[in-house]
Structure formats: C-alpha cells, structure tokens
C-alpha cells in the first residue's frame, strides 16, 4: 500500500525483537537517544538519504541505547511531499 510503513510489514517480527532486548539487557543511569541508519537499496517511500552518514541511504529509526546496545526503537519515516 502506498504510504504505508515499512515497519508495519514486519508484523510481530519487531515487537518480539523490541522484547528481547529489553529483557536481557538491564538499563543503566545514562541512557541515549540518537539516529540509526538501516541500509537499504531498494524500492520504498520509506527510504530517506543523508550524506553525511556512515551509511547514506536506508531506512531511519530513532534509538534508546546504553553502553554501546539498543535497548528500544521506533521508526520515524520522511516527510511525503504533498500534492
């Protein structure tokens, strides 16, 4: 479906992922929040570019990490242009 988004079409693929990382890894007092770039050639409303990234273009998500692991996510998707 056009516009719909790409996480959605992983089904309970990320809820059990997002699970498993949140039960084998105990938070500790500083947390961070930063982008994550997925690589990712192919075709997709989904896919955004930033140069100035390790990987330039893919699929973008926002993370909460600790000591270097990632603890939960979410995905954020490109503005649409609108027409």
């Known amino acids: ?12 693929i990320l809820p ?14 500083y947390l961070t929040v930063d982008k994550i770039m997925i690589s990712f ?5 989904q ?3 930033i140069l100035a990234k ?3 273009v893919g699929l973008k998500l926002q993370g909460l990490g600790d000591k ?3 603890y939960s996510w979410e995905a954020t998707r490109p503005k649409l242009a609108k027409f």
Do not use: A, F
């Open 1 to 12: 479906m056009v516009g719909e988004s790409w996480w959605l079409k992983l089904g309970n």
């Open 16 to 29: 059990i992922l997002r699970q498993k990382c949140q039960k084998y890894w105990d938070i500790g007092s």
């Open 41 to 45: 050639d192919g075709r997709s409303i």
């Open 47 to 49: 896919k955004v570019t």
């Open 54 to 56: 390790p990987i330039p």
């Open 68 to 70: 270097g692991h990632i």
